[in-house]
Each structure stands twice: as C-alpha cells, then as structure tokens.
C-alpha cells in the first residue's frame, strides 16, 4: 500500500501563486510517474501535470507555461507551482502515483486531495 498526502491547497487571487507538495509513503519500490489532476464542481476529474522518475513532464494544454512540476525521487515527493492562476484553475487538486511492484504489474493510488480557490 502507498499513502500520498497532499499539502499546500488554499485562496489566491487571480494572477497569484501557490505551490502544492504531495508526499509518498509506504512500500514503495518505483512511483512512476507521479502527478496532479484536477476536479472542478460538475466537472469530471482531469490531468494537470505527471512527471516521471527520469524528470520527463508531461501537462495539460491549459496550464503550459504556468504550472510545473517537479519531484524528489529520494523523498518521493512531487511538486506544483502554480504561477498566473486563473479563476478557471478552481478545483480539487489529487496527487497520482503509479506504484510499479517489484513483482511485476501497477496500481494507482491517489490523495484525498487539496481545495485551489482562485478569487477573480
């Protein structure tokens, strides 16, 4: 089992920023990759960022040149900085991992998620 617990969620005002870390722990042997989704009220959930162990980022059109994201492979966290907000950024912020199981095979676990408000 992998617990990730998410941090860093709160109000900004349109234009600002605001930093997110989520923190894996448990029996880990390779998070791969790692990365933020989002869900806004009456919206379904979707891809913000994924990066995998070998620094590769992948993000969604809407946040490109915005947001990055980044992780520490030793502490087996990852990271989002959250730069020119906008009020559509709004949403549920959920951690992703992939576990890749020495055996063989992934499963995906995911944060409880962390509330972005951006004021307009």
């Known amino acids: 089992q992998v617990q990730l617990v998410e941090s860093g969620g709160g109000l900004v005002p349109a234009g600002g920023s605001l930093s997110l870390s989520c923190a894996a722990s448990?029996?880990?042997?390779?998070?791969?990759?790692m990365g933020w989704y989002r869900q806004a009220p009456g919206k379904q959930r979707e891809l913000v960022a994924t990066?995998?162990?070998?620094?590769?980022?992948n993000y969604a059109d809407s946040v490109k040149g915005r947001f990055t994201i980044s992780r520490d492979n030793a502490k087996n966290t990852v990271y989002l900085q959250m730069n020119s907000l906008k009020f559509e950024d709004t949403a549920v912020y959920f951690c992703?991992?992939?576990?890749?199981?020495?055996?063989?095979?992934?499963?995906?676990?995911w944060g409880q998620g962390t509330q972005v408000t951006v004021s307009s």
């Open positions: 992703n991992a992939r576990s890749i199981r020495i055996i063989g095979g992934w499963q995906d676990y």
């Open positions: 448990g029996s880990i042997w390779r998070l791969d990759p």
């Open positions: 990066v995998t162990s070998g620094g590769f980022a």
